[in-house]
């Protein structure tokens, strides 16, 4: 399985971003689909995630301000990050669970939040 992840860049704070992360296969086949995110120095933090039946789930600090949702026509699942803040600023990556012990993760996708 292999994971692209896709739309980091750079904002001002109270900006807006969408990341995307694209499966190999069909986002069905997976349990959960979900983001966490690293800076520097910290251990890897989890953000949000969406299971099989729609339900979602988010760390306090992203709550009322990131959105998590998922398209099987485009074998996708998006975070759509509005009201950025500069402690936003990390690398989000994507993950996909086929079970509870098999996890894919993709590539990073950097997003900077400028205060």
């Known amino acids: 399985v292999q994971l692209q992840a896709s739309g980091g860049g750079l904002v001002q704070a109270g900006g807006s971003l969408r990341l995307s992360c694209r499966a190999s296969?069909?986002?069905?086949?997976?349990?959960?689909m979900g983001w966490y995110r690293q800076t520097p120095g910290k251990q890897r933090e989890f953000v949000a995630d969406?299971?099989?039946?729609?339900?979602?789930g988010y760390t306090d600090s992203v709550k009322g301000r990131f959105t998590i949702s998922r398209d099987g026509a485009k074998n996708t699942v998006a975070l759509q990050m509005d009201s950025l803040k500069p402690e936003d600023t990390a690398i989000y990556y994507c993950?996909?669970?086929?079970?509870?012990?098999?996890?894919?993760w993709g590539q990073g996708t950097l997003v900077t939040v400028s205060s």
């Open positions: 296969r069909s986002i069905s086949y997976f349990m959960r």
């Open positions: 993950y996909a669970d086929r079970n509870f012990s098999i996890r894919s």
């Open positions: 969406i299971i099989r039946d729609g339900s979602t």
